[in-house]
């Protein structure tokens, strides 16, 4: 299968499909001398891993992450680094019934189509669980980016249509609630509705925002790597993911010049700065030295228990009912992935950047 990789520099293929022996990622580029242990990658995982309330997965799935290759001592040697978390819950018999039948909103058709085969036991590598490999390989990228002082603050903007108060944001209270939302009332709200659509066995969408702050000015390219596309190319190489916009996004549309351009100012240090960020942090494909601001939308979760229309692939019309255990919103266990797959586009733009000029090649070798 071609397409589970990404990346130019900083490259990761993930591995593994949701009922096999496990998942996991293969990262090449990652520079020699780094600290890492699984520790420092554990707690990211944790974010994604399902059980986490009664709002996503009941699947019980510890999740733990192991490094096959690449560090010794404690440090990364420079060679490709092998991540492998283990499946130790499957229950392949929640599909066996349905095996034969194209479940509505999955890829079950497209994959059959494509490839003449698929594995139909939880949608193999369509499965939610083949972000365990970008979460893992993000958790690295992003320890890169934080020596570099990049940091990122990923949320649910919105869920079921129910949205935050900017009001009354609170960065804290995003670990605090099962939403990972920034507003606790309007986490409440979503509690509640989402209690609702679990009893009508529904599933509901969301959106989550991505702010990444430190990223210097100048990384991306003016033509098809920008990285405001290969942020959007990251986002929508995510399952579920319908939408990417990078600032004000469709709201530009409706606007006007002398609103959405941001003005430029000279601060005390003689750095330049924007006066407003209507851009998002990008300007021409390249970063601008503001903070990058995207969103992406997540549709509700296909899987959902109610009867529904499909056909077999004998071609006959059918009903079905999904058994199984599936996240009633996938919003809170994606947020983890966006800022993941955010970490990793980032990073490889900014070591894709290093040859750009050759003043800095010359300074570098120059000792």
């Known amino acids: 299968m071609a397409g589970s990789s990404i990346g130019t520099i900083f490259r990761i293929t993930t591995w593994g499909e949701t009922h096999g022996k496990g998942v996991g990622v293969i990262l090449d580029g990652v520079p020699a001398g780094l600290e890492l242990c ?10 994604r891993k399902p059980g986490q309330s009664k709002f996503v997965s009941p699947r019980k799935e510890s999740d733990l992450v192991e490094i096959l290759s690449g560090v010794f001592e404690g440090r990364t040697t420079g060679t490709p680094i ?9 229950r392949s018999k929640d599909y066996g019934k349905i095996k034969d039948c194209y479940r509505p909103g ?3 058709y497209t994959f059959d189509q494509k490839y003449g085969f698929r594995d139909y ?4 590598r369509s499965s ?5 490999g970008r979460v893992a390989a993000g958790a690295v990228a992003a320890k890169i980016l934080s020596q570099l002082g990049i940091e990122f603050t990923t949320y649910a903007k919105e869920i079921g249509g129910i949205s935050i108060d900017r009001n009354v944001f609170d960065k804290e209270e995003i670990m605090k609630n099962a939403f990972y939302m920034p507003d606790a009332k309007a986490a409440e709200k979503v509690a509640q509705y989402a209690q609702q659509m679990i009893a009508e066995k529904n599933s509901i969408g969301g959106i989550v925002e991505c702010r990444i702050n430190g990223v210097p000015a100048g990384i991306g390219d003016p033509v098809f790597e920008k990285i405001s596309a290969n942020l959007g190319k990251a986002m ?5 993911v319908k939408g990417f916009e990078i600032g004000d996004g469709f709201a530009a549309a409706v606007s006007n010049g002398a609103v959405n351009n941001d003005d430029f100012y000279v601060n005390e240090e003689g750095r330049v700065f ?10 021409g494909g390249m970063s601008d030295g503001s903070e990058i601001i995207f969103r992406t939308a997540f549709k509700p979760t296909p899987s959902i228990a109610q009867m529904q229309h499909t056909v077999n692939t004998s071609g006959e019309e059918v009903e079905i009912e999904i ?7 996938i919003v809170p266990r994606a947020v983890v992935v966006v800022e993941a797959m955010a970490a990793i586009t980032i990073l490889d733009a900014l070591l894709v950047n290093m040859t750009a000029r050759l003043d800095r090649i010359c300074e570098f070798y120059d000792r």
């Open 274 to 283: 924007k006066r407003t960020n209507h851009s998002g942090g990008t300007l």
């Open 121 to 124: 036991r939880g949608g193999g």
């Open 82 to 90: 092998s991540l492998m978390v283990r499946n130790s819950n499957q």
């Open 38 to 47: 699984e520790d420092d990658i554990q707690g990211y995982l944790n974010r």
């Open 323 to 329: 058994l199984g255990r599936h996240d009633p919103i």
């Open 106 to 108: 999955h890829a079950d």
């Open 236 to 240: 929508l190489s995510i399952g579920a």
């Open 128 to 132: 939610g669980r083949e972000t365990v």
